[in-house]
Nanobody, 118 residues
Framework: VQLQASGGGLVQAGGSLRLSCSASGRTLSRYVMGWFRQAPGAEREFVSAISKSGTSTYYASSVKGRFTISRDNAKNTMYLQMNSLKPEDTAVYYC????????????WGQGTQVTVSS
C-alpha cells in the first residue's frame, strides 16, 4: 500500500488543521492506520491510531481531547482533525498502515509539516 499525507501548514496557537492520508495500491480497510510525528531533534512518536473498521481509536495522552482520528474506507482515506493546537505540536506528521498492529507499522507515507506559532 502506498500512503500520501497532506494538509499540513502554518497555524497560530489555538487554531485547527485537518490532515489527510490517502492510500493507493491496496484497500485501506485491510489495515490498522496510525499517525506519528517527529519534531526537530526528537524521536518519532505515536500520535493516534484507528482500527480497520474505525470503531476503536487510540491517542497519545498529549493529544487526547484535542485530536480526532477518523477514516473513510470507501474513499481510502484517513484523517486527523487537530484542534486547540499548541506550539509543541509542531512536527512532521506521518501516516502509517499495518495489517494488525496498533503501535508498530510496516508501511509509511511521506510526512507533512505542521507548524504552530505562538
Amino acid at each position: 500500500v502506498q500512503l500520501q499525507a497532506s494538509g499540513g501548514g502554518l497555524v497560530q496557537a489555538g487554531g485547527s488543521l485537518r490532515l489527510s492520508c490517502s492510500a493507493s495500491g491496496r484497500t485501506l480497510s485491510r489495515y490498522v492506520m496510525g499517525w506519528f510525528r517527529q519534531a526537530p531533534g526528537a524521536e518519532r512518536e505515536f500520535v493516534s491510531a484507528i482500527s480497520k473498521s474505525g470503531t476503536s481509536t487510540y491517542y497519545a495522552s498529549s493529544v487526547k481531547g484535542r485530536f480526532t482520528i477518523s477514516r473513510d474506507n470507501a474513499k481510502n482515506t484517513m484523517y486527523l482533525q487537530m484542534n486547540s493546537l499548541k506550539p509543541e505540536d509542531t512536527a512532521v506528521y506521518y501516516c502509517a498502515a499495518d495489517p494488525t498492529r496498533i503501535y508498530t507499522y510496516d508501511y509509511w507515507g511521506q510526512g507533512t509539516q505542521v507548524t504552530v506559532s505562538s
